[in-house]
């Protein structure tokens, strides 16, 4: 099962999740990244969130 939103290969910090995500909603990919880590201030539920999209999202072209 993968998600039809694809990981960012230019703006990417680990696997370009969250620049993926800000790619394909149009946002900037400086504020997603701080929501991102404001929503997931305790650091296990953020990580296996993260990892779990990495997974899920089609690799970059």
């Known amino acids: 099962m993968h998600i039809p939103i694809k990981r960012s290969n230019s ?3 680990f696997a ?3 620049g993926g995500l ?3 909603f149009q946002w900037n990919p400086t504020i997603a990244r701080v929501l991102w880590v404001i929503l997931s201030l305790t650091p296990v539920p953020g990580i296996i ?3 779990i999209l990495w997974m899920l999202m089609e690799n970059p072209e």
């Open 11 to 13: 703006d990417k910090v």
């Open 16 to 18: 370009g999740v969250i």
């Open 22 to 24: 800000a790619e394909h």
């Open 49 to 51: 969130a993260y990892l």
